[in-house]
Structures are given as structure tokens and as C-alpha cells.
């Protein structure tokens, strides 16, 4: 079992930063594909960056170039720095954790953080 805790989320007027973060606690953290999801309004839940235990990386399109994962194992916590961002980022947050074992898939979610982008 992994619970994961979101935090850093609000409000921020386009071309600023904001940086999420998710704190996981109970399993092993380091063995876990990370990624941050996002669900923005009328809109169906997708990935926006995720990075492997080795920290390997990958992107949405819209995303890339401005937005960077990074995980600290032995904090426990992965974090998402979103830099210029745009009206259309606006969106819930939610963090996944994932994993495969030998006969099913373990996939973990926080409770979600509002990111608003607006002047």
C-alpha cells in the first residue's frame, strides 16, 4: 500500500511557476514509476510527466520544455516544477504511483491539488 499526498497547488497568473509536490509514505517508494496526472476541465485524466525508479523521464507534448519531474527516494517524494504556464494548464493534479508485479498491476492516487492559471 502507498499513500500519496499532494501539495503546492493554487493560483498563478500565465508565464509563472508553480511547484507541486507528493509525499508518499508506506511501501517501498523507490521501486515505483512516478507520475503526475491531470484532469482539466471537461476533459478526460492524462498523463502529464512520469519518471521511472532509474529517473528516466518522459512527457506529455504539450507539456515538454516546461514542466520537470524529479523524484528524492529517500524523502520519499516526487515533485513537479511547472514553469510559463499557460491558461490551458489549468487543471486538478493528481500524482500516481505504479507498479507491476508478477500477476497484477498496483496503482496508487492522491487526493488530487487545484493548479489555476489566470490573471
Known amino acids: 500500500q502507498v499513500q500519496l499526498v499532494e501539495s503546492g497547488g493554487g493560483l498563478v497568473q500565465p508565464g509563472g511557476s508553480l511547484r507541486l509536490s507528493c509525499a508518499a509514505s508506506?511501501?517501498?517508494?523507490?521501486?515505483?514509476?512516478m507520475g503526475w496526472y491531470r484532469q482539466r476541465p471537461g476533459k478526460q485524466r492524462e498523463l502529464a510527466a512520469a519518471?521511472?525508479?532509474?529517473?528516466?523521464?518522459n512527457y506529455a507534448d504539450s507539456v515538454k520544455g516546461r514542466f520537470t519531474i524529479s523524484r528524492d527516494n529517500p524523502k520519499k517524494t516526487v515533485y513537479l516544477q511547472m514553469n510559463s504556464l499557460k491558461p490551458e494548464d489549468t487543471a486538478v493534479y493528481y500524482c500516481?504511483?505504479?507498479?507491476?508485479?508478477?500477476?497484477?498491476?498496483?496503482?496508487?492516487w492522491g487526493q488530487g491539488t487545484q493548479v489555476t492559471v489566470s490573471s
Open positions: 500516481n504511483a505504479h507498479r507491476s508485479g508478477p500477476f497484477k498491476e498496483y496503482d496508487y
Open positions: 519518471i521511472t525508479p532509474g529517473e528516466r523521464s
Open positions: 508506506g511501501s517501498i517508494f523507490s521501486i515505483y514509476d
